[in-house]
């Protein structure tokens, strides 16, 4: 049986949406193509704009308004840690005409025209460009591990896409850590730069396994989150884990994922207080033994 275009798409990551020429080459007839539009197996988003039901909301939305999925949004349907995305990010060519703006809902790009040769999503290069200049630094910063930690890119990559950016930005470049597990972890990371302390990230502990941070050689941080640390088994797990630290001298303490993120300077001054207080006179020296730095 031949297989529609859509299916073709979903086995080989071709466009999800397409153009009428791309239809009819395909081997739809003009008459087929209307037909599919009415009996609802296809979709017209909009003029010369064609797409298979249950076509992801974001990408429907950008097609619908002429441009492309971008920024958050885009990285965001890769998986990719955004703090948050408040509207559809959109990239348009600049001097678009025939555009009202005000009625499409969205978080509009406005840039030279995308050298994607896909016509409802921007590169993924052109979509961290804009994701930069759309966030603060701390949640721009946790994008970038996350593009890394996926693999979506290496540093080098990652150097060039920036050099078409503004050098105030560069200095991101020079923070990036692609060992970061979730954007909870670069938050973390970025609270204890911002107090001075010695850490390690991905630290191997002999009798308790793989832990996110160890803090001046005494105190482990564990950035739960709620997205992977559910249920009842992974309490059980998480808490043997810390009395297995205690044992052998550690102080394991573990911040909420949505303090990191909205309260990080609550999480500063709570850390601050447990090292003023817990900080051992002296670091003992079989926990110098038990450590080893994670691959």
Known sequence: MTQTPFELARQHFVPTVFTR??????????????DAV??????????????QPGLDREVAHAARIGGRLTCLSLLR???????????????????????RGRETGARIHWSLPSASQLSHVTLLSEAICHSVKCQDPRASLATLDSVLQHGLLTPGELEVIFRSLAPRYRVLLTLVDPTAGSGPETF?????????LRFETQVDVDGVGRVDFVVEGWLIIECDSKAFHEGWDKQVEDRNRDIAAARIGYVTVRPLASDLLYRPQEVQAALKDVIERLRPSGLRAQLRKTVRRGA
């Open 21 to 34: 020429e791309e239809l009819r080459a395909a081997g739809y007839s003009s008459r087929q193509i209307t």
């Open 77 to 99: 349907l890769l998986g990719v840690f955004v703090l948050k995305v408040d509207a559809v990010h959109v990239h348009l060519e600049r001097n678009r005409s025939r555009f």
């Open 188 to 196: 973390m990371r970025l609270i204890l730069r911002t107090m001075g």
């Open 38 to 51: 009415k009996d609802g197996s296809m979709l017209r988003l909009r003029r010369d704009r064609y797409a």
